[in-house]
Nanobody, 121 residues
Framework: QVQLAESGGGLVQLGGTLRLSCVVS????????VAWYRQAPGKERELVAT????????SYADSVKGRFTISRENTKNTVYLQMNDLKADDTAMYYC??????????????WGRGTQVTVSS
């Protein structure tokens, strides 16, 4: 059974930084594309960033381009989301998700439970 576990969320001030981690267990992690999603109260879930199984391809939502960086260490079964210059609109629950292929990343097969990020002024 595939399991994803996020960590690294917390309370941070405007302009601050956080690094989220997602550890994948129970499967051959290296073949999975992985995405970070987020959802704020009263808002729809948003795809934030994706990364291919080899770590060579990535994509970002316009709202985070230039501020967030997704990366992975397949030897550690871990995907990261480095978040810089955080804004109030970044406040949300962040979820890690995995899919069998990049074509399916918008409808992931596996989800973590999420980690809360709160940006304060």
């Amino acid at each position: 059974q595939v399991q994803l576990a996020e960590s690294g969320g917390g309370l941070v001030q405007l302009g601050g930084t956080l690094r989220l981690s997602c550890v994948v267990s129970g499967s051959i992690f290296s073949v999975f594309p992985v995405a970070w999603y987020r959802q704020a109260p009263g808002k729809e879930r948003e795809l934030v960033a994706t990364i291919g199984s080899g770590g060579l391809t990535s994509s970002y939502a316009d709202s985070v381009k230039g501020r967030f960086t997704i990366s992975r260490e397949n030897t550690k079964n871990t995907v990261y989301l480095q978040m810089n210059d955080l804004k109030a609109d970044d406040t949300a629950m962040y979820y890690c998700a995995g899919a069998r292929s990049m074509k399916q990343i918008s409808t992931p097969d596996y989800w973590g439970r999420g980690t809360q990020v709160t940006v304060s002024s």
